[in-house]
């Protein structure tokens, strides 16, 4: 009866209700403490969906494995804005710093192909681009060639 069970639920905000509960019901688990361990684990991503993976074994014992939001659901998050620019190249919706910039790419580096902080910034900078979000007053696209070229060097070197 060992099994596992994939869900999207709101950070810091879990339930016993739909869709959790009713995944976890007929399992040996104890819902509450599931619920608890997952608003534990997820409460940085506080109203953002996150995804969970709960496996449990035929005794009740469980594990959980909570996963990171999506990019632009964290771009969102930290600029502070609902939705992106219908047309991203034109209209901008949001302006983000270096600093938000690093921030976002930190939580995002470990489901991030790259392997530095300088390189996952340029991953979050390229969805940026997508959403219609300047970095420092300035094109996500035109960010990153700068990055390339070496001038923001200095701040991703204490990394």
Wanted: proline share 7%; hydrophobic share 35%.
């Amino acid at each position: 009866m060992a099994g596992t069970i994939e869900v999207l639920v709101p950070g810091g905000k879990a339930n016993p209700g739909p869709p959790l509960g009713p995944e976890l019901g007929p399992t040996p688990v104890d819902v509450q403490d599931v619920v608890n361990q997952i608003n534990d684990q997820t409460a940085a991503f506080d109203g953002m969906e996150v995804p969970v993976t709960v496996e449990y074994e035929d005794d009740g014992s469980f594990s959980i494995e909570v996963g990171v939001p999506p990019t632009a659901a964290l771009v969102k998050d930290e600029v502070g804005f609902d939705t992106g620019s219908g047309e991203p190249q034109k209209d901008f919706v949001a302006d983000m710093s270096i600093e938000q910039l690093k921030k976002v790419a930190e939580q995002k580096s470990s489901d991030l192909l790259a392997y530095d902080l300088k390189n996952a910034s340029k991953e979050v900078a390229g969805t940026c681009a997508s959403l219609g979000v300047t970095i420092e007053g300035q094109d996500a696209r035109e960010f990153k060639e700068r990055i390339d070229g070496g001038e923001f060097d200095d701040q991703f070197d204490d990394e």
